[in-house]
């Protein structure tokens, strides 16, 4: 089967669900959706034997060949890994939907077909094999999780989340767009596979380090990394089965993916595991810190996912140090991409159904803000069990699967300290302090989220709603996803074999040949380890926080408010938009004059640098004719009747001035020996003189007033630069002459070949008489236009409706 | 002779743009007049100006002035003159909507998009 094609499916559903939701009222557009990323799970469960092999699948088709461009799925451990997420998660967000959203109130099929189309582009994301086309898969993910943020686009805060998102992952979509080309001109080919082969010669090239960092800022700002977190809190605005599954389950995990994907190619480099490991270790402290601010439950949650994402980012950092230990090496890293890939896994289940239990209490109450909640346990018991257990698994409790994953993290970040290579062994001590100092924040805001909201006194009185249990179908996903916590706890190591080891073998390549060399047994009782120590402090600290939360929860408002990140982005924007503004107007004043100046002196420093540069002055008298009297003369007539122009008070004066300097270069036309001109000139100097003196007998009677033209010095510089300008380039240009004129061949077959006699009509008519036609066409298109200006009147006629009416 | 033609011409060039700067719609005007008879004249002067008779076939001549340059100012001339035209009834009317020559007062308002 070619599973490059089921990449699309989503996407051709999306075209028949608006028709489906007009024809088909009675039923609920999701129940139609979910059939997709049903049928779609099943499909791709049916590649999980092949992956457990260590195999992998490849199909593609063509969409540019001759650019080299196409689609190219890739199906390994990894691909197959996300996929299932992808497609599984969708089926029970989309389940969930169904009872969240209201048939006959919310613009359905708007909602499903954008949730189809990210579904396309996500799959696309984790299948591509192609640079080109992960990139038009990863910017489709980006626009869609844009629509689905200002689903409700009449709120403000919907828009404003929307954008923010927006402009945020798409800088990082199109920084990793250049390091993608980067990667394809320094490797010659567009395939992630072959680039991978090609790895230790890429090591060496000199943009190896600035494509690694552009694919970093794109997988940072996707994957809500410090400091580009800050979008994902305002996406919560999106309806909640879309944060439980885009800004949880799925897109976010797209930067992760990426990290994984490309780790075999950069691991060898210092630069990506600082990186990788040190950001996504302060992204872990900075949410899980930031969370306990958070009153609005789904802003907790979303605080928790930046910092989990941050978990998982720094257990990829620490598995690429591995390519530097080797295999043989006891060491915990080779088994950090197994900790991360497993964390991804349980980061996924538990996540999605606390988001979901989020918007079963926003459904029910009314209201997500946690201070005006309490006391649901009684009235919501089977959410308030399912939000246990999905806390307790982020806060890392048995038995539960989040407490095996941060074991493994934990350990990890141990090992780290014990790094001996790139200045690890100085800093590394201080990965385990804060990843513990984290885990103790995230206890604590674990334990906030699921007591605050369920126990302690009920307040009915501040709730919109009377708060009751959730229907049955709404608690249907979060119901699956909360035994896939318990189970994957007693079971890890089934998961383990069949998803997270292909995975594994995907991202650490240089450790091991087929799957069944990763030796990892994940057991839930390890002996008493210094991780387990480790986690008792922090059930006995978080605990001890907990309870005195009051108490020092108030701290987070004294915070000062104007040194925040989102302060910083809203800066940035104003500071943008106003600044360019600003910049816009300060030149652009509107004054003909001012748009002159920029011109002619753009025109000078261009010209005069030019010469001045290539040395390119000459002037040689060599070619020049005699200077004879009257033409002297007639140069001086020339430039006094320039002058009286320029000083004339009266516009009367110029005219006049004006006419006579075009019947002076009528005379130097009659004695250059030019007669046809000489004639032309005449006549339509006589005629522009006419023009002239109509225009200036229709001048308006208020500004008749004549007053000498003021001096103005930059003006004057400006018309003598140019003046000088054109004067060196006359000059130069005479005095460098390099091939002869053509004109001999006219004047020696103007008789034989066309039959005439005055070379300059001949020219005009026969040599080139094509100019002379368009020159016809273009007195005509003047004569035309002059008749429009004057006989149409638009404006008048407009008036005059505008009385009628 | 061509030396001189070249110091009468950047001299044009500088009367022109210092009118084409002013406020006065019909400086303007005038101004652009003046860069096409400088241009005419750049253009001649270019070609050279050392024939001694004009380019009509006679007998017994053999020095013709560059008929090229010629045929190319006859072009211009009458395109310039078109131009020009267009633009003396386009001030023209513009006297006639907006009351004004002063191009200062011609600019568009800030909310004028």
């Known amino acids: ?805 | 002779m061509e030396i001189v033609m070249c110091f009468v011409i950047g001299f044009l060039f500088m009367a022109a743009v210092y009118l084409m700067l002013s406020k006065s719609l019909l400086r303007i005007i005038i101004g652009t007049g003046l860069l096409s008879h400088g241009a005419h004249l750049l253009i001649l002067t270019m070609g050279g100006l050392d024939g001694s008779s004009p380019p009509v076939v006679s007998p017994g001549v053999t020095d013709y002035a560059d008929p090229l340059p010629q045929a190319l100012i006859l072009t211009a001339i009458v395109i310039s003159f078109g131009v020009t035209a267009f633009f003396l009834v386009l001030a023209y009317r513009s006297y006639q909507e907006l009351g004004t020559d002063n191009m200062n007062l011609m600019r568009g308002t800030e909310d004028d998009d």
């Open chain 1, 1 to 805: 089967m070619s599973f490059v094609y089921f990449i699309f499916i989503p996407m051709i559903v999306a075209l028949v669900i608006p028709f489906l939701y007009k024809k088909v009222s009675g039923i609920h557009t999701g129940w139609f959706v979910l059939v997709v990323p049903v049928v779609l799970f099943g499909l791709y469960t049916t590649l999980l034997p092949m992956v457990q092999k260590g195999e992998a699948h490849s199909s593609s088709f063509d969409w540019i060949p001759s650019l080299d461009i196409s689609f190219i799925s890739y199906i390994d451990g990894l691909s197959l890994l996300f996929s299932l997420l992808i497609t599984g998660i969708g089926s029970l967000v989309v389940l969930y939907s169904i009872f969240y959203l209201d048939k006959t109130r919310e613009q359905l099929h708007n909602f499903y077909v954008y949730l189809l189309l990210f579904m396309t582009a996500m799959l696309g994301v984790v299948q591509s094999d192609h640079l080109i086309s992960l990139y038009f898969f990863w910017e489709l993910t980006s626009i869609s999780s844009f629509l689905l943020i200002g689903y409700w686009y009449k709120r403000d805060r919907s828009r404003f989340g929307a954008l923010k998102s927006m402009m945020i992952t798409v800088f990082g979509g199109l920084m990793m767009l250049g390091g993608f080309v980067l990667l394809s001109i320094m490797g010659d080919t567009y395939s992630i596979r072959e680039l991978i082969a090609l790895a230790p010669e890429l090591a060496n090239h000199k943009w190896f380090v600035w494509s690694l960092v552009l694919v970093l800022l794109g997988a940072f700002t996707k994957s809500a990394q410090f400091p580009f977190y800050i979008w994902l809190p305002d996406a919560m605005e999106a309806p909640t089965p879309v944060s439980a599954y885009l800004h949880s389950a799925t897109m976010v995990k797209a930067g992760l993916y990426l990290v994984a994907r490309f780790t075999p190619l950069y691991a060898s480099s210092e630069y990506w595991i600082w990186l990788v490991t040190g950001i996504g270790l302060l992204t872990l402290f900075w949410g899980s810190f930031f969370a306990l601010k958070q009153t609005d439950l789904k802003g907790i949650l979303a605080f928790s996912t930046v910092s989990q994402l941050g978990l998982i980012m720094s257990l990829l950092g620490a598995g690429a140090i591995s390519f530097h230990t080797g295999v043989e090496d006891n060491s915990i890293f080779k088994y950090a991409a197994f900790a991360a890939i497993f964390h991804l896994v349980n980061h996924a289940t538990f996540k999605g159904c606390l988001f979901m239990i989020a918007g079963i209490i926003d459904h029910e109450t009314g209201t997500r803000d946690i201070r005006k909640l309490g006391g649901l346990m009684s009235l919501m018991p089977i959410t308030f069990t399912i939000a246990l257990i999905g806390s307790f698994s982020m806060a890392g409790l048995p038995p539960f699967n989040g407490f095996l994953s941060k074991e493994m993290f934990l350990t990890g970040m141990r090992s780290i300290s014990e790094f001996d290579l790139f200045a690890f062994d100085t800093w590394g001590i201080l990965f385990p302090i804060i990843a513990w100092i984290a885990s103790v924040f995230t206890f604590v805001y674990s334990f906030y989220f699921v007591f605050r909201t369920f126990t302690g006194k009920h307040k009915p009185e501040l709730l919109p709603k009377q708060a009751h249990e959730a229907p049955i179908g709404m608690l249907i996903s979060p119901a699956i996803l909360g035994s896939l916590v318990v189970a994957i706890f007693f079971i890890p190591n089934i998961i383990g074999d069949a998803l997270v080891k292909p995975a594994v073998m995907a991202i650490q390549p240089f450790l091991y040949t087929s799957t069944s060399d990763i030796k990892i047994h994940v057991s839930a009782w390890h002996g008493l380890t210094p991780e387990l120590w480790m986690t008792v402090g922090i059930i006995v600290l978080g605990y001890l926080l907990y309870l005195t939360l009051s108490k020092w929860q108030p701290l987070y408002s004294k915070f000062p408010e104007g040194f925040s990140l989102n302060r910083l982005y809203d800066c940035l924007m104003f500071l943008s938009e106003v600044g360019t503004n600003r910049l816009s107007r300060l030149y652009m004043s509107g004054y003909m004059r001012s748009y002159l100046v920029y011109m002619f002196t753009g025109i000078i420093l261009l010209t005069i640098s030019t010469v001045f540069i290539q040395n390119a002055f000459d002037m040689s008298f060599a070619m020049i004719s005699p200077i004879r009297f009257y033409e002297l003369i007639i140069a001086l007539v020339l430039v006094a009747g320039t002058v009286t122009i320029l000083l004339a008070k009266s516009r009367l004066t110029s005219i006049i001035a004006l006419g006579a300097v075009g019947y002076t270069v009528a005379l130097f036309f009659v004695i250059f020996n030019a007669p046809d001109l000489a004639l032309t000139q005449l006549v339509i100097e006589t005629v522009s003189v006419a023009l002239f003196l109509l225009a200036f007998y229709h001048l308006p009677k208020l500004n008749r007033h004549e007053n000498r033209m003021k001096f103005r010095l930059g003006n004057a510089l400006v018309a003598f630069g140019v003046g000088v300008t054109v004067t060196i380039v006359a000059l130069s240009a005479h005095s460098q002459k390099l091939v002869p004129s053509i004109s001999s061949y006219y004047e020696e077959t103007v008789y034989t070949e066309a039959g005439g006699g005055n070379i300059v009509n001949v020219i005009l008519v026969d040599y080139r008489g094509f100019d002379t036609l368009f020159e016809i066409a273009v007195l005509a298109i003047a004569s035309l236009g002059i008749i429009g200006m004057i006989k149409l009147r638009l404006t008048t006629k407009k008036e005059v409706n505008r009385n009628e009416n």
